[in-house]
């Protein structure tokens, strides 16, 4: 439980830094290039004092970051400058759980006991209290669709990716291995940052087909002061969500169901609330001040039915 409340703190700040950037750079450079940091840093630490590529395990390791990073990061990008960090936030991690949960039952017979399941419930109950919009963005109906189909796939790839990440480390178990966090990280890490670079270079491709085949040197970056801007929010978020949150959710999941773990995660909107009321001078009210009361005595029950 600790670990997944790291990982929610971890994840609201990576939250705020990534609709920076994908405000600025668009979802799918923001997301690759985040990705590609979070590979660095965790490759440095599972060479120097993890397994590196090691491990019985390593194939699913790797299909988990296909699916959590490559294909649910790929929509959650989408949809953070169409509906913004709340509305993504609040839509993608309260689809991820139910999600995990019924995938998690239909592949691997994993049940929760009803205090478990009505504990669930209450937190994205509360979530969804607290992180009601109350439609101060104007949203096009278009941005509307686009961005609700990017939480939808968002919420389906970071689901499997979890489940996935457990299914491996039932797989490292029977095989006597315990890899690190930090280890279980990078290999994940990979498979994300190779199906996003295979997505930049499509996007960028197309963009220059759209262009008569004329691929200028601007389109494969922006500017050099917008970079000046904007690359500490992209080594922020790199740090906080692909690398060391990352790492803590795949703490998590060595030993607590998916379902549980994205549950927890799930609260990262209410940690969004101070964050958001900082950056961006959106009001705290009543309504989300309840919500998040709620959302915190589901995490409580959650901790205490365990």
């Known amino acids: 439980m600790l670990a997944a409340l790291l990982t929610t703190l971890l994840f609201a700040i990576s939250a705020i830094c990534g609709y920076r950037t994908a405000t600025q750079i668009g979802g799918v450079e923001a997301n690759f290039w985040r990705a590609c940091l979070a590979t660095l840093f965790l490759a440095i630490w599972a060479n120097s004092f993890g397994n590196g590529f090691e491990g019985a395990a390593f194939p699913v390791f790797v299909l988990s970051g296909l699916a959590g990073i490559g294909l649910g990061d790929s929509g959650y990008f989408q949809a953070l400058p169409r509906l913004g960090s709340r509305r993504t936030v609040l839509l993608t991690q309260c689809l ?75 797989i490292a178990h029977a095989a006597g291995e315990h890899p690190d966090p930090g280890t279980t990280g990078y290999q994940r890490v990979i498979g994300g940052a190779l199906a996003l670079g295979v997505l930049l270079l499509a996007v960028k491709w197309r963009s220059a087909h759209t262009h008569g085949g004329i691929l200028e040197a601007n389109s494969l970056r922006v500017s050099r002061d917008k970079w000046r801007r904007l690359w500490p929010w992209v080594l922020a978020n790199s740090l906080a969500g692909q690398t060391v949150g990352v790492s803590c959710m795949q703490w998590a999941l060595e030993n607590t169901s998916a379902g549980i773990v994205t549950a927890v995660i799930a609260t990262t909107p209410i940690l969004l609330l101070p964050m958001t009321r900082l950056m961006d001078g959106e009001r705290i009210g009543r309504r989300s001040t309840i919500g998040a009361l709620i959302a915190v005595a589901g995490v409580i029950g959650l901790t205490f039915s365990r």
């Not at 039952?105 to 919009?133: C, N, R």
């Open 96 to 170: 991820t759980a139910p999600f995990a949960v019924v995938i998690e039952w239909l592949w691997l017979d994993t049940t929760l006991d009803i205090i478990e399941l009505f504990s669930i419930l209450v937190i994205l109950a509360g979530v969804a209290l607290a992180l009601a919009p109350r439609e101060h963005l104007e949203i096009t109906p278009r941005q509307m669709f686009v961005g609700i189909s990017g939480t939808v796939v968002g919420a389906l790839g970071g689901a499997l990716g979890a489940v996935l990440s457990r299914k491996a480390y039932a």
